[in-house]
């Protein structure tokens, strides 16, 4: 069984510009979160994608998007990046039925974006 | 509107004393609540939950819904158990997190 794994891992851009960020969830999990975490907060929900679909979104604006696939791996895509947004990006997979409790997520390690 | 406070930045207790890290959280409804771990270099990690109602490296939490709370409690800290610690909330699909408390226990 291997673990959550992110791409990149660090990540420099600049004002305006767009960024994907990439997730592989555990085998078989099929709901994916993703959340926004800025230096000494905790993690914020971004959304959350069940079967591919999203079923679930935080207080972010539609700038913020994203992906899931049937390999199980997913992306976060960000438009009109604004300088607030360099964060830690963190994405957790689970394996959730639409609408029930949350299982437990299991984390990946996170890609560091800085928008200059 | 659901949030999930931790008080608590910084928490310092000596090896062999108790922990106590605190949550209280506003919502109406039942919740799911939740504590993670990270410690240093490694991964955010699920370390209790309240519906299993088990304990795990010797913490324990019980939610009180009078009090909205779900404190973490340790009788005997350890050197180990010093890391990270947030507590969270699901509701409908989404996940709330508090700010977090780092746990030093000192030797």
């Known amino acids: 069984e291997t673990g959550v794994t992110q791409s990149p891992t660090h990540l420099i851009k600049t004002r305006g510009q767009q960024v994907t960020l990439r997730c592989s969830s555990q085998?078989?999990?099929?709901?994916v979160s993703w959340y926004q975490q800025a230096l000494g907060q905790g993690p914020q929900f971004i959304f959350q994608y069940y079967r591919e679909e999203e079923n679930g979104r935080g207080n972010f604006p539609p700038r913020f998007s994203g992906l899931q696939f049937p390999n199980y791996s997913s992306e976060l895509n960000v438009n009109a990046l604004e300088l607030d947004d360099s964060a830690l990006y963190l994405c957790a997979s689970s394996l959730e039925a639409a609408g029930g409790s949350a299982d437990t997520q299991y984390f990946g390690p996170g890609t560091r974006l800085t928008v200059l | 509107a659901q949030r999930v406070t931790q008080p608590e930045k910084l928490l310092s207790v000596f090896k062999g004393a108790p922990v106590e890290l605190k949550c209280n959280y506003s919502?109406?409804?039942?919740?799911?609540l939740f504590w993670y771990v990270q410690y240093s270099r490694q991964r955010l990690q699920l370390l209790l939950r309240h519906i299993s109602r088990e304990s795990i490296k010797g913490f324990t939490a019980d939610l009180n819904k009078g009090e909205t709370s779900f404190h973490l409690k340790k009788p005997f800290a350890q050197e180990e158990d010093s890391a990270m610690y947030y507590c969270?909330?699901?509701?409908?699909?989404?996940?709330?997190f508090g700010s977090g408390t780092k746990l030093n226990v000192k030797p």
């Open positions: 919502y109406s409804g039942s919740p799911e």
């Open positions: 085998s078989g999990h099929n709901t």
């Open positions: 969270a909330l699901y509701n409908f699909n989404k996940f709330y």
